[in-house]
DNA sequence: GGATAGGGGACCATTCTGGTCCGGTAAATA
DNA sequence: TATTTACCGGACCAGAATGGTCCCCTATCC
């Protein structure tokens, strides 16, 4: 189905939830889940795998929480899903050298890489700001791309 | 990780296979066991799916075997997808309505499927028969796509 | 010091994935 | 018509991944 984990789910609209605030806020892992509807268990895991992949920063003890350590603005759904799922790489190969065995005689690697690529940048030009916004009009510009001038990192 | 499974990955190096011969080749389960390196029983179980995905036509009994039903040009990499993977969907609201339970007080879901539409495009510019050439010139166009004018089928 | 809240794991049930196997049927050939 | 070839349909299985829970520890606030 080509499909995100519905962990890495969780952890966007957590993320997503916290972007929605104030800029600073710090929530705990009980808000969040009573926030979400999502299992608190779940939740805090969660917050801590995006607390460990330094999107959110974590605050200890009594009145503690997370809150965003970077501006909405300034993360794209590519980290989201790098952070989350370990990479964007839709196949073994396209995560790198040495991932295939058939590395060789495979003459489709060379496309896929662009294939991947095409949907990395996708993915980049999207941040988690816009993620929260409603339905706005500048919300419907054109998400663009072009293999031939691939994202910074090549995953 | 955002991958395709193994199982899509053989089907397309098999379809791919047949793209490279010259059109109408029929060959059998074994021939391709043999072209690709992979055991038999997947390669036939491959072939198999892939004719009832009505990408592969078959022909029983002996001197039998596959061919391709159309031009490896009018074949996308998203209906390859779509035939093996049962659908490009990144997350289950993407794949429709209905599929998440949480689907009234969730605001993330209309950029998810901004993003959908636009990786499903990208994976719509590119043909089996792109995947087969070998790297020319002409195969470093662009890919682009835009998101406000989303593919036939938003699946 | 007590209460709150995150940190780091282990742990487990269930599902998915990758792969095998087998009896049945269709077609070609002799 | 008998034989051989090859697809058809499905059962089956081991192992890995996934989704989710639990517990003990440490840090911080009051």
Redesign the interface.
Known sequence: ????S?LT?YG??LL?RFA?EPPGTTLNAREMSEAT?LPLPVVSKMLKTLAGAELLRSQRGAKGGYHLMRAPEAVT?AEL?DAL????????CT?GPGHCE?EQ????R???Q??NR??LG??E??TLA??????TPS??????????APPSDAR
Chains 1, 2 share one sequence.
């Open positions: 189905m080509l499909r995100i519905k789910d966007i609209v997503a929605a509807g759904v899903l799922e370990g990479g964007v790489a839709l196949m073994d995560a058939q005689n495979c003459n489709v060379e496309p896929w662009r294939i095409a949907v996708a993915l030009t999207v816009e993620l929260v916004q409603p339905n919300n419907l510009i054109d998400i663009q791309l072009r293999a031939d």
